[in-house]
């Protein structure tokens, strides 16, 4: 963009709306003119965009200008276009971009982190029961292999009620000189509970005083839902490792992740397979081989969308609309909220029950009134919504409408 700076960009494409000195962090961006850069079906009210995320027009010109690309001469692979999007990623999660690793998705990047991570018989793996089942799975496989444990432990007792205090003292609590490794889940998609990252990294840090480096307990954190909707730096919240799809919040292409690994523990973690960069350590855990080169060329798109429009904007927007759906659901009767009302313990998912009706009757319910919601299937299958930038008001309020009727 050369010396276009964000608010020229926003007025430029008509997204800054007239009031940009209003006191909501989330004002001052037309979020109408946000939304129709994106191929959204126009008769359906998705209150589930962060499954496989919508991409906006400049995301989708990327992909098809590198396509163009390769497609006239597919021995150029264009390598500095994969540095250039280490380079934003990293300064997106406040990192540098020889800590950054691409991968496909976030089960890819766990999968190859635990894999990866040099793990005697003698150690554990522990976890959260509120952990996705794929993340779980990434580490039994590689203590499997490693002849070490996985442990689940529970770090609140209550989602709706949880707090910062409960979650550090059980996790204290729960840490053994035998744990190599703690996965916790940014914004955990079973309950909508933003955990507290940086209270864990603090118990973590205590934890390994005095430990040796092959001993060291490093906290590994699923931060797919997470990534630009919450307003924070992921590398700076005290986590050894982060890993996210960029194809979600983020409105990435499809099949796209990253995994960022603080430099101090990159010893620690060796490459599960052939790589396609000598770039640095952790970039060389990124797998090797022939991609969808024009998907990940068009990351850096992706995050230029959002830096445009500022994180803090769009951070603010989703936990307005979360929060809007949340006192709605309140004042219905027989509704269950089971994520945090808190915006410090929850982002942009809200998790709720029907008395009466399962999840999935919900959701099926709500799919005849053309308004898409979903469960998390792997584990309660309570009916859960997101609450994208794309999104409106008037959309929360019809659902909320809807639920009230059922």
Not at 27 to 47: C, I, K, M, S, Y
Not at 175 to 195: E, F, Y
Not at 284 to 291: D, E, I, M, N, V
Request: proline content about 4%; aromatic content about 6%.
């Amino acid at each position: 963009m050369g010396g276009m700076d964000r608010r020229d960009f926003l007025v430029g494409a008509g997204l800054l709306a007239v009031t940009p000195t209003a006191a909501s962090a989330a004002q001052g961006v037309d979020w109408g003119a946000v939304r129709r850069e994106f191929r959204l079906d126009p008769a359906l009210t998705n209150l589930g965009l962060f499954y496989l995320a919508s991409n906006p027009r400049e995301v989708r010109t990327a992909v098809d200008d590198f396509k163009r690309k390769l497609d006239a001469n597919s021995h150029d692979l264009m390598p500095e276009q994969a540095q250039e999007v280490a380079a934003a990623l990293g300064q997106y999660v406040g990192g540098a971009a020889g800590d950054i690793a691409f991968v496909p998705n976030t089960t890819t990047g766990l999968s190859i982190v635990y894999g990866g991570l040099k793990l005697r018989q003698d150690q554990e793996l522990l976890l959260s029961d509120q952990d996705h089942s794929w993340h779980q799975q990434a580490a039994r496989l590689a203590a499997t292999r490693a002849g070490a444990e996985v442990r689940i432990g529970t770090l609140y007792e209550s989602s709706a009620r949880v707090t910062e205090d409960e979650v550090a003292t059980r996790l204290r609590n729960s840490i053994t000189p035998r744990t190599r490794a703690v996965g916790i889940t940014w914004v955990q998609s079973s309950t909508g509970v933003k955990m507290p990252v940086r209270a864990c990294a603090q118990v973590v840090a205590e934890a390994n005083k005095g430990r040796k480096q092959e001993d060291r307990c490093l906290l590994v954190v699923d931060g797919v839902h997470g990534l630009a909707a919450v307003d924070d730096d992921a590398a700076r919240l005290g986590a050894d490792v982060f890993v996210a799809g960029t194809h979600k919040w983020l409105f990435g292409p499809r099949g796209t992740g990253m995994v960022w690994v603080n430099p101090q523990v990159s010893d620690q973690i060796v490459p599960l397979l052939p790589s396609l960069t000598n770039r640095s350590d952790t970039a060389a855990l990124g797998p090797g081989g022939f991609h969808a080169f024009e998907h990940f060329y068009a990351v850096k798109a992706a995050v230029q969308f959002h830096q445009r429009l500022g994180r803090t904007r769009v951070a603010a927007r989703i936990t307005e609309l979360a929060t809007r759906f949340s006192d709605g659901l309140a004042e219905i009767p027989g509704v269950v909220i089971h994520t945090p009302r808190d915006p410090r313990m929850s982002a942009g998912m809200v998790c709720f029950d029907v008395n009466g009706k399962t999840g999935n009757e919900v959701v099926a319910l709500l799919a005849q009134k053309q308004i898409q919601i979903t469960t998390a299937a792997y584990r309660i299958p309570y009916a859960r919504i997101g609450t994208a930038i794309l999104n409106t008001p008037e959309e929360i309020d019809r659902t909320l409408k809807e639920i009230r009727a059922l």
